[in-house]
């Protein structure tokens, strides 16, 4: 948890080399496993939840940051 | 290892979305382990410092840190050292156990994550940390309040903390 917003230069560094295919692909490889890691608390919170009520708490964190249906 | 994922990628499992680059990690790491953890991380995929630096990092009592950076991806993991810090000390017995279909990660309570961060907002003013406790505030997350308002006033931090209840 640093101080400050600014990336690692050495961080910088790596993502000028990356081709635009390759910076897409890890940004969506990021939001993949975002998601899988929020289903996996959300599961755990709601453990009376189906399958179907998770993916709409999911979906309401895309959208609202928020995963209260009621 | 015993370990507790915290910063921007806890407070995303707490609240609401966030892209970040960066992983924090509290580990309980002993000299002794610095070697064995290295060799998880090789030098052909993975920016690391020397095995010395990892030593000293992890022989001090408090502050230990260093970093990781995946050579393809630009990934860093902050790892910051448990030591003797007290607040470590509270959090790790009840770091939360997430289980996935690929193994498991343990995350650090919400508390520590608020202390941190607001620590971090006072040191360096970033305002990313300040919105992500706004976010953790408004999420459904329960917490310790009777700890945490012991920890703010001990620390200082009431000031910090009325500005992200603001």
């Not at chain 2, 030591?83 to 279909?101: F, K, N, S, V, Y």
Request: proline share 5%; charged share 35%; aromatic share 8%.
């Amino acid at each position: 948890m640093t101080t400050d917003d600014r990336p690692d230069p050495r961080q910088i560094a790596i993502f000028r080399r990356m081709t635009v295919d390759q910076k897409l692909e890890l940004i969506e490889k990021i939001r993949e496993d975002a998601l899988a890691l929020k289903a996996a608390w959300l599961r755990q919170r709601y453990p009376e939840d189906d399958e179907a009520r998770i993916r709409k708490r999911l979906r309401a964190w895309q959208l609202y940051g928020r995963t209260d249906l009621d | 290892m015993v370990y507790m994922v915290t910063g921007s990628m806890a407070s995303m499992i707490y609240a609401e979305p966030r892209m970040t680059l960066a992983v924090d990690l509290v580990v309980e790491l002993h000299v002794d382990d610095t070697e064995r953890l290295l060799a998880c991380f090789p030098e052909s995929e993975f920016y690391r410092p020397p095995l010395e630096v990892v030593r000293e990092e992890s022989a001090r009592p408090i502050r230990g840190h260093f970093n990781l950076i995946h050579h393809e991806t630009g990934v860093k993991a902050d790892l910051y050292v448990a030591g003797t810090d007290p607040l470590h000390a509270w959090a790790l017995p009840r770091r939360r156990r997430i289980e996935m279909t690929t193994g498991w990660i343990t995350l650090a309570p919400p508390e520590y994550v608020i202390l941190r961060k607001l620590e971090f907002w006072r040191e360096g003013g970033s305002e990313k940390h300040l919105r992500d406790i706004r976010a953790m505030l408004m999420s459904e997350v329960e917490l310790d309040l009777d700890f945490l308002e012991q920890e703010l006033r001990s620390r200082g931090l009431d000031e910090a903390w009325r500005l992200a209840r603001a």
